[in-house]
């Protein structure tokens, strides 16, 4: 299930990759002295593809291509230990306006990008991590290397962190379906920025007739003592979503219905209207189950029915003067507010028309 | 408070799409480049440029999420609009929030954060012109001096811009609450000329109901977020929240005709002020008259007597004209009082619907 991603194939470290101007001057022309389990001070990288591909490669590697920190050996993780992504782990919950974002950063990419990654923002909670936010990094993939603008992604989470102060970096994103080799690299740098990074891939390629949407996050696997390699577990996504956030998300799904994707916003009754068909709707379809319990079509089940039973008994029961009274006491109201809003307006346009006299 | 990095926006503008690569080494700047660069292609003078604002579903989001994670209370969040203009539609295709301004963070640069979102949103493709702003709103309450302001200036650099509002509360009551507003064509001559004086605005013969123009909003999203959204309906199954429907409406109502009444009598002082001025201006030239009624008389008196008569003196000197109350803040409460009036029969007219269904329903019960 975990995508294994140990870069026992090709070291995508090769020669002439661009600039990968990580700012982590750790990967400073250090050759890297293969995977000696010298202890560096380098913070938490984890996962150590390099290590791998040191073995493999020849010694001349040059240091400054791959943003690795070429020099590092296989260290434990830092932050918390994962115990699997299966109920017990950790739980990433995800907001609307990013995977909107990360489809909307996808339909602009540059020419020729197959891809486009992006830096996450979010919180972190004791259970779960919850990402709020996010913004697309600039970056180049070709067969063999792989740049990242890492300058640009530390430029704009300053400016970020001037609206939000309490966002941290927690991963990164990737569109695609597959986790490559080049993910690794970038899962690395990444794994600098924040503790034990999460990886978020979403499917713009709709492979099987779907968006997947998949969270990731990087594991030691290998035989301890010798070279680590890494591994990507998955990650439980859910969804979490604001109360506005879910009237938006709503109105917006609308333009799945209109045949040019536009839709236009609704006034008051209309809203109204709107509204109550939908609970219609639900309505007849529960009367349909009810119907087809009674004649026998389905099995009635008793959960069901007490949801039921609750459902019908949600009408509360009040004597009908009291409610006569309730009732003509809040149109009362509501007209007498309304009569005075038309008063006031009138009272104004009439001001105008003596001031301008 | 936004006025201030409101006037180098207009550099910012005319700047940004110079580097653009229209490849002029122009060096001089004016705001009609600034405009052209943008595509002009809109209608006559009289009419507005703007008519139609498309936005996309991400801005959409974004905006609410801004409000929902750092503006509380009355705090009002404000951010920038990015997009492009099409023939006579406003496209609204992203947005970056703007950090509120804090006592502390006075040497925060306004101005170099905008530059450098920019700067950074070209790089990764996105459209990077300012096409106008959003603010949030307490219960209906935009229409300031501010915000006047602001807008104007915005729109005096570029032709086509509006001011979303979002109105966060009436969002969570059911339904979206965004609004698109320029202003008015007469408006803006009155506001370049800078002269507020009941004169030239009875000239400009603006009325409350037209400074602002509402402009029409629709919603557009691509085919892929299309797919999205399918997706996460699948996916998320989250209950429906019938909020629209709930009955319990005085809370809201009671605040906002709290704020009504306050504007109402801020009116109610305006049109004292203005009274007074009436009746000190007419009383004045009472005076006026009376004392060169007077004047005469004594200098026939003189002639009579054979004496020199008094020379005339200036009369303006003796009475003062009294300033005349300014007419812009009136205006501007009157339109915001009319703004609440129509928020309030709108939330009237919900909820008579809401209560007569209720009744629908309890009868059937019976």
Sequence with gaps: ??????????????????????????SAPAPSPAPAPAPSPAPASSSDPAAAAATTAAPGQTPASAPAPAQTPAQSLSGPALPGPFPGGRVVRLHPVILASIVDSYERRNEGAARVIGTLLGTVDKHSVEVTNCFSVPHNESEDEVAVDMEFAKNMYELH??????????????????????????????????????????????????????????????????????????????????????IGVDLIMKTCFSPNRVIGLSSDLQQVGGASARIQDALSTVLQYAEDVLSGKVSADNTVGRFLMSLVNQVPKIVPEDFETMLNSNINDLLMVTYLANLTQSQIALNEKLVNL | MCLFFELYEFFLNTMASRKEGTGSSAASSSSTTGAAGKGKGKGGSGDSAVKQVQIDGLVVL???????????????????????????????????????????????????????????????????????????????????????????????????????????????????????????PKLMEVCKEKDFSPEALKKGNITFEHMFEEVPIVIKNSHLINVLMWELEKKS????????????????????????????????????????????????????????????????????????????????????????????????????????????????????????????LQEYNN
Aim: aromatic share 8%; hydrophobic share 35%.
């Design chain 1, 1 to 26: 299930m975990a995508t294994p991603a140990v870069p026992a194939s090709a070291p995508p470290a090769t020669p002439a990759s661009a600039p990968a101007p990580a700012p982590a001057s750790a």
């Design chain 1, 161 to 246: 962190k001037k609206v939000s102060p309490n966002e941290l970096i927690l991963g990164w994103y990737a569109t695609g379906h597959d986790i490559t080799e080049h993910s690794v690299l970038i899962h690395e740098y990444y794994s600098r920025e924040a503790p034990n990074p999460i990886h978020l891939t979403v499917d713009t390629s709709l492979q099987n007739g779907r968006m997947s949407i998949k969270a990731y996050v990087s594991t030691l696997m290998g035989v301890p003592g010798r070279t680590m390699g890494v591994m990507f577990t998955p990650l439980t996504v859910k969804y979490t979503y604001y109360d506005t956030e879910r």
């Design chain 2, 62 to 184: 974004k905006i609410i999420k801004h409000y929902q994670e750092e503006g509380q209370g009355t705090e009002v969040v404000q951010g920038v609009l990015l997009g492009l203009v099409v023939e006579d539609r406003l496209e609204i295709t992203n947005c970056f929030p703007f950090p509120q301004h804090t006592e502390d963070d006075a040497d925060f640069d306004e101005v170099q954060y905008q530059m450098e979102m920019m700067r950074s949103l070209r790089h990764v493709n996105i459209d990077h012109l300012h096409v106008g702003w959003y603010q949030s709103t307490y219960y209906g309450s935009f229409v300031t001096r501010a915000l006047l302001d602001s807008q104007f200036s915005y729109q005096h650099a570029i032709e086509e811009s509006v001011v979303l509002i979002y109105d966060p509360i009436k969002t969570a009551q059911g339904s979206l609450s965004l609004k698109a507003y320029r202003l008015t």
């Design chain 2, 237 to 360: 199954a989250v209950a429906d929240k019938h909020e629209l429907l709930s009955l319990a409406s005085s809370n809201h109502l009671g605040k906002t005709l709290q704020l009504l009444m306050d504007r109402v009598d801020e009116m109610s002082q305006d049109i004292v002020k203005y009274n007074t001025y009436m009746r000190n201006t007419s009383k004045q030239q009472q005076q006026k008259h009376q004392y060169q009624q007077r004047r005469q008389q004594e200098n026939m008196q003189r002639q009579s007597r054979g004496e020199p008569p008094l020379p005339e003196e200036d009369l303006s000197k003796l009475f003062k004209p009294h300033q005349p109350p300014a007419r812009m803040d009136s205006l501007l409460i009157a339109g915001q009082i009319n703004t609440y009036c129509q928020n309030i029969k709108e939330f009237t007219a919900q909820n008579l619907g809401k209560l007569f269904m209720a009744q629908a």
